[in-house]
């Protein structure tokens, strides 16, 4: 059974049709991303799956017990005056699925620590989240979910706040991350930095347009004007 | 008079007692409302507490026990609407405090005869704290302590993030629903002493004064305890010592204390 099954999935937001007869699945360790341009529905999609917006029709499928792990465009907090500590956000990611009364564990706080030095953040421990730059914050986002040991990595627009790179660094952690087991699941509008690590590729237009390898993605830029604006754009980039 | 002399009166026993747990009460539901942006809820609420005692004058000569329900019902309801996307949550509150407002002044103008005693519920008096009080804020208390020891990690999480939080299964909808019930209960416990003019100030002000010392979420959540109380205890004796409305003090003393703390973090750039 597929990590992930989308089966004719539609969503509409009351008139306005975001999206129509989506099918895939998601296979375990895979690298997906799903590309598209502004308006295509790749958030409404990952609101779908994620749970926080009820499908029109259509059936979404979880493999049983499946811990996800979502990794968002940015904070979802932008008032940087908010009270919250690195230490405190990074420890929500693995206290959530705690059972009962839930307190953080000396493994928790080992996990933590080794995070925060493998994203070179630890000297931010007990600093404030909203004093921290855009990269340093999404590090942070990173290591709350995966304090959770996902077993989906579902990010939104992962790397909007950093700078190329930062971004080609991110993309190697991934990778690590990927080779180690986790499946991947990312949406942008672009794959540029992205390229080097993806198995597959979705190309959303509210309904799935393209879904192969990236090779075939890049080589089938006839197929589309959409595909071909964007796969001469990633091409562009790898050179 | 010396401040010992406070303790030989039973109303002023009382006073401190029920201030104390439902000043600590109101400080950490207000935590989280005042960072969910939510903080309007108190003064919201306590304005549809003003036309639930209407409704409970006009009943009974025990107007808190009928107001009670209607103030977490329509909490409730206050919380159901802002959760759709057509009514946001202040146009929500706006709507029930105008609505009950209205209904409480009509009610007292049709009925007449509770017009004094309705308007007493405007601003609270500590000489009115029953024994009855008391053990409804030590009611409050033990559950919102309750709540809050077995719910603090997620109250924080989906406070600070709440899209993160329901992905990661914590129940947010559910949570929420049980801080809009308390908040309705505190409201309505503490206007006997606070008044529904000034009851929302035990909800707002701990908060944003702990918040001017740039501290994480639980040393601001302890800070603001720390203030509630010290205000409280301070309001309370202030007022009887020297004859001044209680409600008013409490609420002025908090007002300096921000005032001060503000001042202090702009001219430093924070307080440590």
Known sequence: ?239 | MTLLDIFSYGFMVRALIAGILIGLSGAFLGSFLVLKRFAMIGQGLAHVAFGAVAIGLLLGDQPLFIAMPIVVVVSILILKLSEKTSVHGDAAIGLAATVAMALGTLLASVDGGFQTELNSYLFGSILTVQQTDIWLSILLFGSVAGFGLMYYYDLFSMTYDPVFAEVSTIRVKRLNLILAIFTGMTVVIGIQLLGTILISSFIIFPTIIAMQFHQGFLKTLIIALSFALATVLAGIMTSFVYDLPTGSTIVLLNALIFGFTYSVKQLRGGLT
């Not at chain 1, 799903?34 to 009820?54: D, H, M, R």
């Not at chain 1, 080609?168 to 672009?190: A, P, Q, R």
């Open chain 1, 1 to 239: 059974m597929s990590l992930l099954d989308v089966s004719q999935l539609s969503v509409k937001y009351e008139s306005f049709t975001a999206l129509k007869d989506v099918n895939f699945s998601v296979e375990n360790g895979e690298f997906l991303a799903v590309l598209g341009e502004n308006g295509s529905g790749k958030t409404t999609l990952i609101k779908a799956i994620l749970g926080l917006k009820e499908p029109h029709s259509g059936i979404i499928t979880w493999e049983k017990g499946i811990r996800l792990g979502y990794l968002p465009q940015h904070l979802n907090v932008q008032d940087r005056s908010f009270p919250a500590t690195v230490k405190e956000v990074i420890l929500t990611g693995a206290l959530a699925y705690q059972k009962g009364f839930k307190r953080p564990t000396l493994a928790m706080h080992q996990k933590l620590d080794t995070l925060l030095a493998d994203f070179s953040i630890a000297h931010l421990k007990h600093q404030r989240i909203g004093t921290l730059s855009g990269g340093q914050q999404q590090r942070v986002l990173l290591a709350r979910t995966l304090m959770s040991d996902p077993d989906i990595l579902i990010m939104d627009e992962p790397t909007s706040a950093l700078d190329s790179s930062m971004r080609s660094t991110f993309y190697d952690l991934l990778k690590d991350l990927n080779e180690g087991g986790m499946t991947m699941m990312l949406i942008t509008h672009d794959v540029g930095s992205a390229s080097d690590v993806l198995d597959r590729v979705i190309y959303l237009d509210q309904t799935i347009i393209f879904d192969g390898t990236f090779a075939d993605y890049c080589e089938n830029a006839a197929i589309s004007p959409y595909i071909h604006t964007h796969a001469t754009h990633t091409h562009e980039v790898h050179k």
